[in-house]
């Protein structure tokens, strides 16, 4: 069966009605990358003399040159190409999983009118770069119909408690950070439910590139001049922000950027990338898709939690299956700071978090 993708896009456009060409940003990121216009064309995809033309036209557009070229020194992108390319990031960082959740949705309506459509397994989690490699590895090793829609981790674990979805992604840090998390999330671990362990995962502090502001620790983001940038409320990782500030003795009155708030890992990348902010909180692979220092602070384990009936579906089966083979262990290899040495081993929420009291 076809899929829906959809994808954002952003125009920018003068009073005569031009457009800007959308064939702009993958040259603009080669030539970040790569620093050298016929290698950024090639990886684009276009001639050189279509991709110098490319540039040529929107410097002229903006009234501003886009990169710089200097002999023996390659091409480099001047600041408006830096940050042109730096809006395109963002836009996707921000808008890439809603959009995502948004083609789940419409996949499954349209494919509950094709006859040959396979069951779905509806997951709701948190989002975070391992969950979101599980519609890659099915579409290349099974049928199955996913409708992945990323939530935060207090309404993950709601839905699979009231029955929404099959299946619930959230995560819990290590340790005494685990033990706080957990009595949080407790109301919603009912006896009956199981754990699959999906991977761990090292959070940490983004800092730009070569950390100027020499931010050490959490207590450091309590200084006069440091910019921080906060995950939205009802996240796993907001709760963990929380209780590592609590635990520095921040005062969240005088956080700069405290009530500031992002949506995924990406963004807050992008954020601290762009110099908006002097620091975020989240996973190691965004920050090195932003090129940015990452300080680690705390490790968690990241779950799928469904009751017991889901697991006896041949779709969950099967997913379960795929979780615990050579294929999701390649997928995780390439993800810094992710380990999957449990994939797939399912546990009851009793015999994982002997803290809590699931007798409801």
Request: glycine share 8%; net charge neutral.
């Amino acid at each position: 069966m076809s899929k829906i993708l959809v994808r954002p896009a952003w125009l920018v456009s003068n009073e005569a009605g031009e457009e800007l060409d959308q064939q702009l940003f993958p040259v603009l990121q080669a030539i970040h990358d790569a620093g050298k216009l016929t290698v950024a064309a090639a990886k684009a995809g276009l001639s050189y003399r279509h991709a110098w033309n490319l540039i040529g036209r929107w410097s002229e557009f903006f009234g501003s040159p886009l990169v710089n070229l200097e002999r023996g020194r390659g091409t480099t992108l001047t600041p408006l190409g830096e940050k042109l390319l730096w809006a395109e990031q963002r836009i996707n960082a921000r808008l890439a999983p809603q959009l995502e959740s948004l083609a789940s949705e419409l996949n499954l309506e349209i494919s509950k009118l094709v006859t040959t459509a396979r069951s779905t397994l509806r997951i709701h989690a948190s989002h975070g770069f391992a969950v979101a490699k599980l519609p890659e590895l099915l579409r290349a090793h099974s049928l199955i119909q996913l409708d992945l829609r990323y939530l935060g981790t207090q309404e993950s674990l709601a839905s699979v408690a009231r029955g929404a979805c099959n299946f619930g992604g959230f995560h819990v840090p290590e340790g005494k950070l685990g033990e706080q998390a957990l009595a949080q999330y407790a109301k919603w671990l009912l006896p009956e439910q199981k754990l699959i362990h999906l991977v761990t995962r090292t959070q940490g502090l983004f800092l730009a590139k070569g950390n100027p502001k020499n931010i050490r620790s959490f207590a450091d983001l309590g200084r006069p001049g440091v910019a921080f940038i906060n995950r939205q409320r009802g996240s796993g990782t907001r709760l963990l922000i929380d209780q590592l500030l609590e635990e520095a003795g921040v005062d969240l009155q005088r956080l700069d950027g405290y009530q500031t708030e992002e949506f995924t890992h990406a963004a807050i990348a992008a954020y601290v990338a762009s110099g908006m902010a002097d620091a975020g909180f989240g996973v190691e692979p965004a920050a090195r898709q932003f090129a940015l220092d990452f300080l680690p602070m705390a490790k968690e384990r990241y779950f799928l939690i469904c009751r017991a009936e889901s697991l006896d579906l041949p779709e969950s089966k099967e997913l379960i299956e795929l979780i615990r083979g050579q294929a999701f262990l390649d997928l995780i290899a390439g993800l810094p700071g992710y380990t999957a040495p449990r994939a797939g081993q399912i546990e009851s929420v009793a015999d994982a978090f002997p803290s809590i009291d699931t007798r409801k």
